[in-house]
């Protein structure tokens, strides 16, 4: 995707010093864009755990090449196979609820364990290469899948019109190595010049709507408003949401979703008032081994993101200041994550198509699973 007119991915590796990882530093946007070097798998770890990277797709894309680090610093370790399970522990531990994390954790364990010591760079390289692009591709042929829907929207409307679609959080390019998955559709339907309007939600605690999907959807110069997150049910009763799509940290194969705290509630409002509820997904955020989605992990985060807020003083500043929102000494809960069952969702959009929230119909578009 562009930032400001250059092509960008959220990480790569740094092109002049290998075994250097670069990602955008997501804390400080829309305020400031930064670059940060990733050295070591501690400070990937910390990368993924204070959410200089987040969304599903880019904290797997993170692992697998902070897996890179692991076996750079096991290499010269007295017990190299054993630092190596160490470091990667220590991956697994940063967040509980997005399955990518761990898929890509063993993808690379598998890789290395049958690979001769002296090939481990070169191996978990090629294992990180491959995971991001296979990500940026599945992200683009969501893309193309998605676009049906809001192809057949924007048919049964006066010409001219947009399709007004709602996303909670941010599952856009930031998310995910590029495309996005929620988003990937919004920017198929825009590119083919279908009108579109984007409803943003603003996603307390830590505002991703309102300062990463709409940062980004100003890039690709698609129309946007930013609203309040209890705003959402409200326009579906006024007939002005045409379409939901968001995105999922992790699925079951059952189609129970964790997403973003706030999801469910979006479902419900969309179930109420007939406007479409559609989950973007790559199959690497499915969780194949759990049935029931009330069995995933729900990541409790720091009561401080909901008592605090930061931003700027004044449009164009770069540093931002904190305020405190809360009297002092109140306590506050953070979970990050809610579930929505499966019968509130209309379909998936996956790369291999679109399905139903069921475990027949996933089961039948990847039946090797």
């Not at 048919?155 to 190595?177: E, I, M, R």
């Not at 579906?236 to 699925?251: C, E, F, N, P, S």
């Not at 770069?318 to 209309?346: K, M, Q, W, Y």
């Amino acid at each position: 995707m562009n930032v400001h007119g250059q092509p960008y991915r959220t990480i790569w590796e740094h092109p002049e010093k290998p075994g250097v990882i670069q990602i955008i530093d997501q804390r400080h946007l829309p305020f400031r864009f930064e670059i940060e070097d990733l050295l070591t798998v501690e400070e990937a770890a910390t990368a993924i755990r204070d959410m200089h990277v987040r969304g599903a797709g880019c904290i797997g894309a993170t692992a697998g090449y902070a897996m890179l680090l692991a076996a750079q610093e096991a290499c010269g370790h007295i017990a190299p196979m054993e630092r190596l399970m160490a470091l990667s522990e220590q991956l697994l531990e940063t967040r509980p609820t997005a399955v990518n994390l761990r898929w890509a954790v063993t993808r690379q364990r598998q890789a290395l364990e049958v690979c001769p010591q002296e090939e481990w760079i070169a191996k978990a390289r090629a294992e990180a290469e491959a995971i991001a692009d296979e990500d940026a591709i599945a992200c683009a042929q969501i893309g193309q899948h998605g676009l049906s829907i809001i192809q057949a929207l924007s048919a049964s409307k006066d010409p001219g019109q947009p399709v007004h679609v709602l996303t909670h959080c941010n599952a856009g390019w930031l998310a995910f190595v590029d495309h996005g998955s929620a988003t990937a559709p919004i920017y198929a339907a825009h590119d083919a010049g279908i009108p579109v309007h984007v409803w943003v939600d603003e996603t307390r605690p830590r505002n991703q709507g309102a300062r990463l999907t709409a940062w980004e959807l100003a890039q690709h110069g698609v129309p946007h408003t930013i609203i309040v997150d209890n705003a959402g049910g409200h326009l579906m009763q006024r007939g002005l949401v045409d379409l939901v799509i968001t995105g999922t940290d992790r699925t079951t194969r059952t189609g129970d979703v964790a997403n973003k705290i706030g999801t469910y509630l979006k479902a419900l409002a969309a179930r109420d008032n007939g406007v479409p509820f559609y989950v973007a997904l790559p199959s690497s955020t499915f969780d194949w081994d759990l049935d029931d989605g009330m069995m995933i992990p729900i990541e409790e985060r720091s009561p401080n993101e909901v008592t605090v807020m930061s931003g700027v003083s004044h449009p164009g500043d770069a540093d931002e200041v904190t305020i405190h929102l809360t009297p002092p000494g109140t306590c506050a809960s953070n979970p990050a994550f809610d579930v929505t069952p499966r019968h509130l969702i209309s379909g998936l959009i996956t790369e291999r198509g679109l399905c139903q929230a069921n475990e027949a119909s996933i089961g039948a578009l990847f039946p090797e699973k």
